[in-house]
């Protein structure tokens, strides 16, 4: 039509995509106030990826949950599509393609882990079910709310339709307090460390592994007995400094803040699902074990992990020696301790 200007398209291509649901249990809880804002800036799925929010809380967190959609309305973030809270696991895992299960009662002063185990039995049963009548066929699960493993373990035994390999546990945070501890010992930044690992459970058990890891070009154990004087004093700075602050570094935090960790455990959850969906060489997560390591098949373990963009898998072949192999063994234990635990109440 003559003198008609054509306009330019006011949505990008990425505005116009179908957004990808993302489902957060625990949303008005503290994890989830550190985690919404930053997914629907993009932060997790990238800036070509619209996300539809589905906020899940008991009926007493709800009222929480929607002061924090109001807030994100607030933000106009324009990869936000829509923000759904509601305190029905169905609706809220209904066409879940990332399902993010942080709400469980966290860990105070003086609690172990342990005693978790049979009040979050509970949650973790019922959110497997709903994610299998529900959820989409790409569906992704990352346990945060503890005892993570084994919270995954019931979620995936909920969930008999949906491929166990598709339910994992959170330990990145690890895996980067680990980082976070070379780095000062070191005087590197955490990006020149690579092919650090986390095996076993995220408890006090779990073994932070440096025998494969290297600064720069360099294996850190050698960077470490060069700036320690040699390689006993690198040794013992293992096992007697590092191991235990990053195993102990939960526990840690509870102690000096008052509760367990927040923003670093949004952050690590926030990575987990990034690199899982964009593909990683290399970095920690608890997957459903197939037997790799020894590690007995259907534990939720944490190994060394690579994703190709369709899934974390185990990084296999890697030498063990006596002592990591010892170490391995103890937390495994903790882990088949932990589902026979839950076997004996009758979830699994
Ligand atoms: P929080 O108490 O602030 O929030 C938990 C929220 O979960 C609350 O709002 C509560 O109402 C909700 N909730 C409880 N039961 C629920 C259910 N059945 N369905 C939906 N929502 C439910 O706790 P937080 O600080 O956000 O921590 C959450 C969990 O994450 C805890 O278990 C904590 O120990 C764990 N955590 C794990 C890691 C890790 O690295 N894996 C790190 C830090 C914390
Ligand atoms: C953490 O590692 O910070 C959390 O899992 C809290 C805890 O209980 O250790």
């Avoid at 072949?317 to 589902?339: H, M």
Wanted: charged content about 20%; aromatic content about 4%.
């Amino acid at each position: 039509m003559a003198g008609t200007q054509r306009q330019s398209d006011p949505h990008p291509p990425a505005a116009r995509e179908r957004p990808t649901t993302v489902t957060i249990t625990g949303a008005g809880g503290q994890i989830g106030y550190a985690l919404l804002f930053r997914i629907a800036a993009g932060e997790m799925l990238g800036p070509d990826r619209p996300v539809r929010l589905k906020l899940l809380e008991i009926p007493q967190g709800v009222r929480s949950a929607e002061g924090a959609a109001l807030e994100l309305q607030d933000c106009a973030f324009p990869l936000l599509r829509e923000v759904d809270v509601t305190d029905d696991p169905l609706a809220a895992f209904d066409g879940c393609s990332i399902a993010m299960l942080v709400g469980a009662r966290p860990r105070g002063p003086g609690m172990e882990r342990a005693d978790l185990l049979a009040a979050n039995a509970g949650i973790f049963g019922p959110q497997g079910a709903a994610i299998n009548a529900a959820a989409a066929d790409d569906i992704r699960v990352v346990a945060v709310g503890n005892p993570a493993n084994t919270n995954a373990l019931i979620a995936a035994a909920s969930a008999p339709d949906v491929p166990a390999d598709r339910f994992t546990a959170l330990t990145r945070l690890d895996h980067n307090r680990a980082i976070g501890q070379l780095s000062e010992a070191l005087a590197v930044l955490p990006d020149e460390i690579s092919g650090l690992a986390i095996w076993g459970n995220h408890s006090a058990s779990q073994f932070p592994d440096v025998s494969h890891a290297r600064v720069r070009d360099e294996p850190v154990i050698d960077a470490l007995a060069a700036r320690l004087g040699d390689r006993a004093a690198a040794d013992a700075w293992l096992d007697e400094v590092f191991i235990p602050r990053v195993a102990k570094r939960g526990a840690e935090i509870i102690e000096v803040r008052g509760s367990s960790s927040v923003a670093s455990a949004a952050n690590a959850a926030i990575e987990h699902v990034r690199d899982e969906q964009a593909g990683t060489a290399w970095t920690s997560a608890a997957v459903v074990s197939r037997g790799e390591y020894g590690v007995p098949e259907g534990l939720v373990s944490s190994f060394p992990v690579y994703s190709d963009g369709a899934g974390y898998r185990v990084v296999e072949g890697l030498p063990l020696d006596a002592r990591a192999r010892e170490r391995i063994d103890v937390s495994v234990a903790e882990l088949v301790a932990e589902r026979d635990a839950v076997r004996a109440l009758g979830v699994l």
